[in-house]
C-alpha cells in the first residue's frame, strides 16, 4: 500500500499482521531490491542450455562383434577404450562428438526381438535408437550394405519429415537410420497434430513458469566424486 502527502511519500509493508514504514529513501533501495529480485527470478527461470545429446549407453557381452559393426560396417570412429571394475567400456563417436557407448558384461543377454514402436507391457524404458544420414544415397547404400552383410533391414519407409529403414544390430539394439525429405525447423515451426491433447499440452510448447521452485537455495555443499576413469582424461 502506498500513502503520501506532497513531496514525502512512504510505502507500508504488512508481514503476518505487522507493518513496517520505508521513508524516501528505504523505498528507493526497496525499488532496486524488486528489481533485482526480478532479474534473478527471470534468470532462474531461463530454459537451461543443452548443447545436444553428449552419448547413449548400452551393454553388450560380445565387444569385438560390436566393434565390428559399429566401426567397420557403420563406419565409426573408435573414440574410447576403457577396462574399469566392471569391465571393458567403449565408445564410438558420430560427426558432432555425440558418443555411443558399450560396456561389456559377460553375462549380458541379447535383448529380445521388439518391432521399433511396438507396443509392450510393464517395466520398459528404451524403445530405439535413431541415427541420421545426410542423403537419401547414403540412406540406399547403408540398407544395401546390411542386406548384404546380412543383417535383418526393413523396406525404405516415407514418415513426411524424414526417410527410414529400420534393423537391429548384433546385440539386438533395435536401430533406426534416417534422412530428411524435408527440412522443418521444429523449434521455430512445431508440428502439433495430436487431435486431443491434454490440458497441459494446451500451455503451448514454451516453458511455462511458475510450476517448479524459483527460489533456488545454492548454500548446501556441493561435493563431486572423482569416476575411474578421470585419469585416462585428466592424469
Not at 24 to 31: D, E, G, T
Not at 47 to 75: C, Q, V
Not at 165 to 175: E, S, V
Request: proline share 8%; charged share 25%; net charge negative.
Amino acid at each position: 500500500m502506498v500513502s503520501g502527502f506532497g513531496a514525502m511519500c512512504y510505502i507500508i509493508i504488512y508481514k503476518g499482521g505487522n507493518q513496517s514504514v520505508l521513508k524516501p529513501a528505504q523505498i528507493r533501495q526497496h525499488r532496486i531490491l524488486n528489481k533485482q529480485i526480478f532479474f534473478l527470478k527471470q534468470l532462474i527461470m531461463k530454459p537451461f542450455e543443452f548443447s545436444g545429446i553428449h552419448h547413449t549407453a548400452f551393454g553388450t557381452s560380445n565387444m569385438d562383434k560390436t566393434i565390428e559393426y559399429w566401426r567397420d560396417l557403420l563406419g565409426l570412429k573408435l573414440a574410447i577404450t576403457f577396462k574399469g571394475r566392471e569391465g571393458k567400456q567403449y565408445a564410438f563417436t558420430l560427426p558432432g562428438g555425440a558418443l555411443i557407448y558399450f560396456f561389456e558384461w559377460p553375462d549380458v543377454q541379447k535383448m529380445p526381438p521388439k518391432h521399433h514402436g511396438q507396443p509392450v507391457k510393464g517395466p520398459f524404458h528404451f524403445d530405439h535408437l535413431a541415427l541420421e544420414l545426410n542423403t537419401l544415397n547414403e540412406l540406399q547404400r547403408l540398407q544395401d550394405q546390411l542386406a548384404e552383410s546380412l543383417f535383418p533391414v526393413s523396406d525404405m519407409v516415407d514418415h513426411g519429415f524424414i526417410y527410414a529403414i529400420y534393423t537391429f544390430d548384433p546385440n539386438g539394439i533395435p536401430l533406426e537410420f534416417n534422412c530428411r525429405n524435408h527440412n522443418f525447423d521444429f523449434e521455430r515451426q512445431p508440428v502439433l497434430a495430436d487431435p486431443d491433447p491434454s490440458t497441459i499440452t494446451r500451455e503451448g510448447v514454451d516453458p511455462v513458469p511458475g510450476k517448479w521452485p524459483e527460489d533456488i537455495d545454492d548454500q548446501f555443499e556441493r561435493v563431486i566424486f572423482e569416476g575411474e576413469d578421470r585419469h585416462i582424461f585428466r592424469p
